[in-house]
Nanobody
Framework: VQHFVESGGGLVQPGGSLRLSCVAS????????MAWHRQAPGKQRELVAR???????MYADSVTGRFTISRDNAKNTMYLQMNSLKPEDTAVYYC???????????WGQGTQVTVSS
């Protein structure tokens, strides 16, 4: 059974940085494309960054140039380096497959990121 554990969130001032981690278990992590999703209060969950099993990356326009997704297949771990954070980045951040949908796929608990002065 797949299992994702997200960590690294917290409260940060605008312009600050955070590094999120996601440890995966129950899957052959190295063969899957993976992604970071986020859900802000009152909004739908959205995909912010994805990485293929070979390391090709893609980003939502809203985070391009500020966020960097990476993975360490030997550690079954994915990362999201977030720089120049803005209040609109405030959300719960989740890791999952790029096509994962609420209600039909397993989701971990996520990690809360709050950007506020």
């Amino acid at each position: 059974v797949q299992h994702f554990v997200e960590s690294g969130g917290g409260l940060v001032q605008p312009g600050g940085s955070l590094r999120l981690s996601c440890v995966a278990s129950g899957i052959i992590f190295s063969i899957y494309d993976m992604a970071w999703h986020r859900q802000a209060p009152g909004k739908q969950r959205e995909l912010v960054a994805r990485i293929t099993n070979r390391g090709t990356t893609m980003y939502a326009d809203s985070v391009t140039g500020r966020f960097t997704i990476s993975r360490d297949n030997a550690k079954n771990t994915m990362y999201l380096q977030m720089n120049s954070l803005k209040p609109e980045d405030t959300a719960v951040y989740y890791c999952n497959y790029p096509g994962a949908q609420q209600g039909t796929h397993y989701w971990g608990q996520g990690t809360q990121v709050t950007v506020s002065s």
